[in-house]
């Protein structure tokens, strides 16, 4: 088992920077993809970036890049997102969840464990 608590989410002004933080605890975080996702009102949840075990791997949905970084210390067993030039259109609950799948994934359905969510407004 693994628990993961996000925080860091607030209500920020377009174009403002955030940073999420998402805790684990219980197994050995380092065994785990991880990946943040976020879901608006009214629409279905979506992969925002994942990052390998190591943190040499990353991927970004097209709509963070060049936006948002993630970033992982496992000494710490946390993982972040930085989100920059933040838009209107980026207000949602942001989780992070964790994945035992042996590569890097952005479909939800391989994601094991999952953290409540932080939520994010960004007014225009």
């Known amino acids: 088992q693994v628990q993961l608590v996000e925080s860091g989410g607030r209500l920020v002004q377009a174009g403002g920077s955030l940073r999420l933080s998402c805790a684990a605890s219980?197994?050995?975080?380092?065994?785990?993809?991880m990946g943040w996702f976020r879901q608006a009102p009214g629409k279905e949840r979506e992969f925002v970036a994942g990052?390998?075990?190591?943190?040499?791997?990353?991927d970004y949905n097209d709509f963070a890049k060049g936006r948002f970084t993630i970033s992982r210390d496992n000494a710490k067993n946390t993982v972040y997102l930085q989100m920059n030039n933040l838009k209107p259109e980026d207000t949602a609950v942001y989780y992070c969840?964790?994945?035992?799948?042996?590569?890097?994934?952005?479909?939800?359905?391989?994601?094991?464990?999952w953290g409540q969510g932080t939520q994010v407004t960004v007014s225009s």
């Open positions: 219980g197994r050995t975080f380092s065994m785990y993809v």
């Open positions: 990052m390998t075990r190591s943190g040499g791997g990353k």
């Open positions: 969840a964790a994945s035992g799948a042996v590569g890097m994934t952005r479909s939800a359905i391989w994601y094991d464990y």
